[in-house]
């Protein structure tokens, strides 16, 4: 955090973003802690966008009575707030004034559902992946093997589809193959080994698992 701190304050014209990611891991060190905070507090006057992201809140707030964890969520310009079990609802509301309604919401919230809050303004809100994005965060085997399965069709798809249009083009005595349009580009053999590797990995975690 000192190396980052020293990276945001060297030239405040260069936009830049800072994501710290479990924070609740840094929330127990007290030198962290106070560094997240000033980072939490400055970063924005220094052209830095910082995006926070945790979860065991309760053990945030335990650490200095929350003393840390209400500093860098009450200087967080946006909050966005997913499903909480109860304790940990209870335990944002200690920082955020909460409806009855909204914390209920909390606690029901599925995966992709959250409560944003930027400023006065509080919606809620639904977080939809593509397929690339479930591919990369959802890595189970099934799912890894649907996309792959779905890639494979996209790809004899378009190769059937150059193909009828270079016989056309030869039987309609054009003596060359017809230019490819963008939509007949076939992906590389790169991007179908990473997605077999990535297949083959989530089902050997999965194997190794069982």
Not at 24 to 53: H, N, P, V, Y
Not at 81 to 92: P, V
């Amino acid at each position: 955090l000192e190396f980052t701190w020293d990276k945001i304050k060297s030239d405040k014209t260069q936009k830049k973003m800072l994501i710290i990611d479990e924070w609740w891991r840094m929330a127990f060190d007290e030198l962290a802690a106070q560094r997240s905070m000033k980072i939490a507090r400055l970063s924005r006057a220094l052209g830095c966008a910082t995006i926070i992201a945790t979860q065991q809140m309760n053990d945030v707030m335990a650490f200095e009575n929350g003393k840390y964890g209400k500093a860098v969520i009450n200087n967080c310009a946006t909050k966005i707030i997913m499903g909480l079990e109860d304790e940990e609802a209870k335990s944002i509301r200690k920082i955020i004034d909460l409806t009855e309604t909204e914390l209920s919401r909390i606690k029901q919230y599925s995966p992709g559902s959250a409560l944003m809050i930027a400023g006065t303004t509080r919606i809620s809100i639904r977080f939809t992946p593509t397929d690339t994005e479930k591919l990369l965060v959802f890595n189970d085997d099934e799912t890894l093997k649907r996309y792959y399965e779905k890639q494979q069709k996209e790809l004899m798809k378009r190769e059937k589809n150059a193909a009828e249009k270079n016989v056309k083009s030869a039987e309609e005595g054009f003596g060359s193959a017809a230019p490819l349009d963008v939509d007949d580009l076939i992906p590389t053999m790169d991007d179908d080994e990473f997605l077999r590797k990535l297949y083959n990995e989530a089902k050997n975690k999965k194997d190794t698992e069982k």
